[in-house]
């Protein structure tokens, strides 16, 4: 293409469309247009964007001229459209809005024809705004051209200096001794206005350089965004026929350098580079590295050229001078893409690594959260496991143990069916009696018979080893041996029936020859009426006392310290004989036959209750009826006890004479 048809007139058609939710002072919306040249789409030229002359961002339009480039409201951009054999046009886009008036960026395509002449004096070809609608209309803006103001200021210093130069050339040829003093004055002079003018020299050198970085950007830009992460179809040929340029430019000789092994090593990396298919970030800095280890080669050996022209620069012409400056320059700003290249490059490691930390740091929270799930998950399913388990067992203990309760309970009506029936005591005596088993069964019993012949009734109270279950086998067999001694024996005497009790029962449960070790505590009395309307009281008790009443006195007489049954072969001493007690009491007086269970019933503050508050509370209800005293007991027990557990079987046997 020439430039005559580039200079035509433009197409430029922009549809613009951005979705915003909520558009404030700084949102961003996407610019989408299409570059049309004489009604024909501009494929693959690079688009440019600048804001206050520093790059930001690029991109390529497609096969159709299309393009799309993210911005921002309120800010001014340049857009630069590029293309080889292509003359570079430049587009202002101001987004500044006015948000008072208008309800922010339309969203319906606009399109907007751009003219090849630039616009006023400035470097635009074309300028848009956005309206007070929100909608994108084409303007006249006056956009001054730094770089050129620079260059016409530096060509008016320059002609100045040509005139001072002149003016000492003149004084010099035609000074005399008188004018020495003239002289020497003008010269300096002339001296602080060639001053003054490198002083400008040196901004327009500060504008060249800011300049040659925005170049150096687009360079490094255009090298960078061709090698994009997803697959894209791009040509980088220019790069050698722009190193060839530079080398020419800068005195290098081209076929010498490019014969170096190192310099072949580089451009053969370029070459598989640009011959890749798929291109990433990794493969774009691995590029990089390779430009800028030839340009830094190029750069040394113009260096040591340039030193070596530096020596015979006073032998040289101004026009070599300026050559050599304008190399200087030249390898300057080579020097300065060199160094924005490596910046590139570390940013690209930096971005490498990152990702790579980013990666790891995943892969890592993840596998810890699928180990805590795996453990809690097996945990879960271990404990549904265990509980299922459970569940079925407890099932299974309630069912027996309910049969176990069941069979107890049933045992418990044969074991009532062995005791005294208050009735059949009634026909002799006024009593009362207190049975409270810990349990379903007890292990404690009373017992009672009446000799009708003789007019004798024997009374006792048995508190068997043990309570429960355990207890009630040995109530049932101590109910048997009673039977069997005193009725069938016919022993009516209570230390004797004692005797025969504690041999048949180590016999019956072979404690000689095992290790059984069950016994028995017991308080038995028989009661005799004599002729004197008396009645007589024997008693002999086993580890259990006897409390009667006494012309208005409790009193209580001690059983013997030794049990019923029991191994022998344990005891170290011979056993005492249980002694026979007798004493004769009025009618109205009264006897009660215990178990340890009330005495030693514990309170919440673990204290016993004891004989002497058993005595002190018999003493202070004897005056009362029967049925009186049985009540007063059973609540004095309950008082004492609160809300503690029974911790033994409790049986008391009140007997009015």
Known sequence: MS??????????????????????????????????????????AKVLVYENSKFIDSTNTSTTGKFKITLKTQKKYTLAFTKKGMAKIRVLISTKLDRTKSNGITTKPVIMSLNSKKVGNTNFNSAFAINENGIFTEEIINYSNKV??????EKDKEEEIAEQKKDIEIITANSNPEDAEKLKIRYEQALAKIDSLLINSRQKADLM????????????????NKIPDKTESSSNKVIFTDNKIVLKEIGIKEKEFNERPDIKKHQEAIKKFESKANKTKKDSMLYLESMVSIKEAALAEAKKQLESELDSLNDRTEENSLELLAKQKLISRIQEEIEQAKGKIVLQQLEIQNKNLMLMIAIAGSLFFFTLFAVVYQNFRLKKKTNARLEAQNKEIAKKNKKIIDSITY????????????????????????????????????????????????????????????????????????????????????????????????KALMQDETFNNDGMDMCICKIKPLPTGEREICFAGAKRPLFYTDKNEVNYIKGTVRGIGGRARLRKKQAKPFEKHSLKLNKGEYLYLTTDGFLDLQSPKRRKYGRKNFMDLLNTNMNKSIEEQHNSIVEALDIHKGNELQIDDITILGVKI
């Open 148 to 153: 050129k103001e620079a260059e016409d200021k």
């Open 411 to 506: 045992a418990k009506t044969i074991q009532q069916a062995i005791l005294p029936i208050k009735t059949g005591i009634d026909k002799y005596f006024e009593s009362f009696i207190i049975f409270q088993p810990k349990d379903i069964v007890s292990g404690d019993f009373y017992w009672f018979t009446h000799f009708e012949e003789t007019n004798t009734s024997i009374f006792a109270v048995i508190d068997c080893t043990g309570h429960g279950v355990p207890g009630a086998f040995m109530s049932m067999i101590g109910n048997r041996l009673l039977v069997e001694v005193v009725n069938e024996s016919g022993i009516t005497e209570p230390a004797k029936i004692l005797e025969n009790l504690d041999r048949n029962l180590r």
């Open 3 to 44: 430039k005559a048809y580039f200079k035509k007139t433009v197409i430029f058609i922009l549809f613009l469309g951005f979705f915003v939710s909520q558009l404030n002072a700084q949102n961003n919306f996407i610019l989408k247009g299409q570059v049309m040249m004489n009604l024909i789409p501009v494929s693959n």
């Open 209 to 224: 350089i800011n300049t040659a970085k925005i170049k150096s950007s687009e360079i490094v830009a255009d090298a960078y």
